[in-house]
Every structure is written in C-alpha cells, then in structure tokens.
C-alpha cells in the first residue's frame, strides 16, 4: 500500500507525532491532493487543545483545516479537476475529516478551487477559512455595497485582514479597529486605522460618522468586540460576528432596529450541507487575489511537519505578525 508522512495528535493538547500512514485514495466526488502548504488558524489550536467543541476532530487525526496543492488524481465523477492543477481550499481537519498536515489528502471536490497563478502555495494556504468566514459575513448575509460604511472590529487580524479588503474589492468605505500597532498594514490595504486604546467607541462614531454609527459593523474577535459593535452600529445597519458567543445585551442593537447575523463557516464540513457554495466563495477569492484585491499577509517565519507544534505555539502565544503556514513538500 502507498504510504504518506502526516502529523499524528494521539491526545488533547499533546505533541504531534510524525508517523508513515497509509496514503488515501480518492472516493467517487474526491480528488485527492498532494499538498505543499497546510494554514493554521486560531480554530486549529483550539481543536489541539481539545477546547473547540463545536469543532470535535475525534483523536488520534491529521488536524489542519486549509491547503494549498497539487492535484494527483481524481475519483470518478470528478470532472472540474485534473492531474496537475493547482488548487487550494478549507477541506478537512474537523468532523473526522483527515486535515492538512500530511502529504496528502482525498478531499470533496466541491470544496476546491483552482490557485490564484500569482500567489505562492504558501500566500493560498492562508486564505481558505479567513477568506469563507470574511465573504459569509459581508457578501451572503450583508451585501455589503459601494457607499457604505462598513468597521471592522480587529481589522488586523486573520478574518479582520481580509474583511478589509473584501469590503474595499466593493467599493464600501472602511475603517478598522485594532491596536496601534496595525496601523500603517491597516493604511496600506486602503482603510482608515482606529486605534482602540486612543479613541472610544463614542469617539470614533462622531469622528468618522456623525454621531450616526457605521452601516455595517463586522466583529471579528467576540466579547466586548460584539457589543462594541452593537453600540455603533448605525440605525437600521447590521451586525456580523464570527465569534457571536457569550451573553450580550441586545437594547443597543433593538433600540437602533438593527440587525445582527451569526457566521459559523464549519457548516458544510461538519454537515455537508454547502460544500458547492464553498468552492464558489474559493473562487471568488481567486477572482479578487488575480484582479490585485487580495492578499494574505503572512506571519514570515517557515515550519515544516517536524515543527508543526511550534508553529501551533506561535498563535497560542500571540506572536504571530500575520497568517502562519506549515510548508508540507
């Protein structure tokens, strides 16, 4: 039987464990990847840890929810991809799905989209789960438009990043709340930076809206960032959080008649209701990164499978300067 080398997790926050596993091969709808580059997320620590319980990945298992690579072969019924292409998606790591910190992996087709030409494997393996939960929250639930005022809470960040350019790629007025030291990446993406230690939430609704709050609010880091985003949020706007969990008041948001909207991007990989709107969204972001609208801003140091770990320890201790990627092959 072909072999593959992967990243085992035997038990809840322990080490990962290199091991020679039985290569898969692609089930009808499949195609199976040789991958190059495995993103890691907050979401993939969290699931190492075992304190993701709305993202389970019974143990022992391959984490690793997004990457970037090369198609090997594909199963039958498979006729969107062929030996060769490259191509990168938000394809397992949870629900019992294999992840990506192997050499390879039989993934659902649907799930994928072609690489954009012009980005490494590396710059594309950072952007599949940033880039769904970000186009969820302001293209399907918001439709976000030219015009609009649209503040992104952690703007800087992962999800925040993208959110940014994404709200930008629509011709909507951005501004983005994060720590001063963001700012001039901030600047750069075309976004007006708004430093939370230095101005109040008060401050920066008369500054930058008249006292009438931002037509679109997106929170990205949850807590206190979702009812900040209640409290400016403009009359009649709407919320989006990908982090809406705890206890919030929600008078601020129903005195303003505002709406609010949850985005949990694991729902087609947990359920499998939604994969094909998946790979839609993949695309979308290959149409954004090949137009010059998107680009991932990656944290600059290298990991392999042997460091993997590290590179888990890196986001748990908040050092990482932007999206940390494992090099596979």
């Not at 389970?56 to 997004?66: E, M, N, R, T």
């Not at 007006?192 to 709050?213: P, S």
Request: charged content about 20%; hydrophobic content about 45%.
């Amino acid at each position: 039987m072909p072999t593959m080398t992967a990243a085992i997790l035997e038990t809840a926050n322990g080490p990962f464990r290199l091991a020679d596993i039985e290569r898969p091969a692609p089930s009808p709808g499949e195609v199976l990847v040789r991958i190059k580059a495995s993103g890691v997320n907050p979401l993939d620590t969290k699931i190492r840890a075992g304190a993701a319980a709305h993202a389970k990945q019974p143990l022992p298992a391959v984490l690793g929810i997004d990457l970037a690579g090369v198609v090997e072969s594909v199963g039958d019924g498979v006729t969107g991809f062929r030996h060769g292409d490259e191509v990168y998606g938000m394809t397992g790591g949870v629900g019992g799905h294999q992840g990506s910190l192997a050499e390879f992996a039989a993934v659902d087709a649907r799930l994928l989209a072609p690489k954009p030409t012009h980005l490494s494997m590396r710059e594309a393996a950072a952007l599949p789960l940033v880039f769904i939960t970000a186009w969820e929250g302001l293209v399907d639930r918001v439709k976000v438009s030219a015009g609009q005022k649209v503040l992104v809470i952690g703007g800087g960040g992962g999800v925040g990043h993208v959110a940014v350019q994404i709200a930008r790629s629509f011709g909507a007025d951005v501004y983005a709340v994060d720590s001063a030291g963001k700012a001039d990446y901030i600047r750069s993406l075309g976004a007006m930076a708004i430093d939370h230690a230095a101005e109040t939430a008060g401050d920066y609704v008369a500054r930058y809206t008249e006292g009438k709050g931002f037509d679109v609010v997106y929170d990205t880091i949850g807590g206190g960032g979702l009812d900040t985003a209640f409290q400016v949020v403009a009359r009649f706007g709407h919320v989006v959080s990908s982090l809406g969990w705890g206890t919030h008041a929600l008078a601020p948001l129903s005195f303003k008649a505002a709406s609010y909207s949850g985005v949990f991007t694991l729902i087609p990989l947990l359920t499998g209701e939604g994969r094909e709107h998946h790979g839609e969204i993949m695309r979308e972001a290959t149409r954004l990164a090949e137009a010059g609208k998107l680009m991932p801003r990656l944290d600059p140091r290298s990991f392999t499978l042997k460091t993997a770990l590290a590179a888990h320890k890196l986001i748990e201790d908040r050092q990482a300067t932007g999206k940390v990627v494992v090099d596979i092959a």
